[in-house]
């Protein structure tokens, strides 16, 4: 991916090292951040203990936010329905 949308769906595909524990799941685009293309992502899944940035218990929804960039990631192709 070049460039994420907000409230794109996407999949982890290709995370950063630290990040490998991501590596397939799926979260939703919550904030862009213009100055180099990265964004928050919501992981669906939940997200592991030590890549947390915000508690789980986060009062904003937080939790489960992670900063990614679009090479780690790909749109979530839609589901056919067959």
């Known amino acids: ?9 996407v999949v982890v595909s290709d ?30 899944a939940g997200m592991p203990d030590h890549l947390r940035r915000f508690p789980a218990s986060d009062p904003g929804g937080r939790g ?6 679009p090479d780690e990631c790909e749109p979530e192709k839609p589901c056919s329905g067959k």
């Open 1 to 9: 991916m070049k460039r994420f949308k907000n409230n794109q769906r």
């Open 64 to 69: 489960n936010h992670v900063l990614l960039w």
């Open 15 to 44: 995370p950063d090292p630290d990040h490998a524990a991501l590596r397939g799941t799926t979260g939703v685009v919550t904030r862009l951040l213009m100055r180099d293309n990265s964004a928050w992502v919501n992981i669906e």
